[in-house]
């Protein structure tokens, strides 16, 4: 069984940068394709980004390539998503996700844990 736990959601300028943290519990955590997830309002669940257990594997939406950065820090068990140059259709709730998943990194229905997600509004 993992818990995830995301954090450092809020209320940025447009252009400005945030910094969100998934940390896991469970000893498998570290074994997990983990993944990043955002649903807008009235709008589907979609995939943001995603690494592999061993971060050899990266994948990201074309809509936050060369904007958005994700790492993982497996003695730690956190996984960061670093957002930059941000923009107002980047605003809303983002879920990390953890799976075994060794293809398909951006549906969701491949991840089994989900955090209960945080909030990023882009507004000025």
């Known amino acids: 069984q993992v818990q995830l736990e995301e954090s450092g959601g809020g209320l940025v300028q447009p252009g400005g940068s945030l910094r969100l943290s998934c940390t896991g519990s469970?000893?498998?955590?570290?074994?997990?394709?983990v993944g990043w997830f955002r649903q807008a309002p009235g709008k589907e669940l979609t995939f943001v980004a995603a690494?592999?257990?061993?971060?050899?594997?990266?994948k990201f939406a074309d809509s936050v390539k060369g904007r958005f950065a994700i790492s993982r820090n497996n003695v730690e068990k956190t996984v960061i998503l670093q957002l930059n140059r941000l923009k107002p259709e980047d605003t809303a709730v983002y879920f990390c996700?953890?799976?075994?998943?060794?293809?398909?990194?951006?549906?969701?229905?491949?991840?089994?844990?989900w955090g209960q997600g945080t909030q990023v509004t882009v507004s000025s």
């Open positions: 996700a953890a799976g075994d998943v060794s293809a398909t990194f951006g549906d969701p229905r491949n991840y089994d844990y």
């Open positions: 469970g000893r498998s955590f570290s074994d997990y394709t």
């Open positions: 690494t592999s257990w061993s971060s050899s594997v990266r």
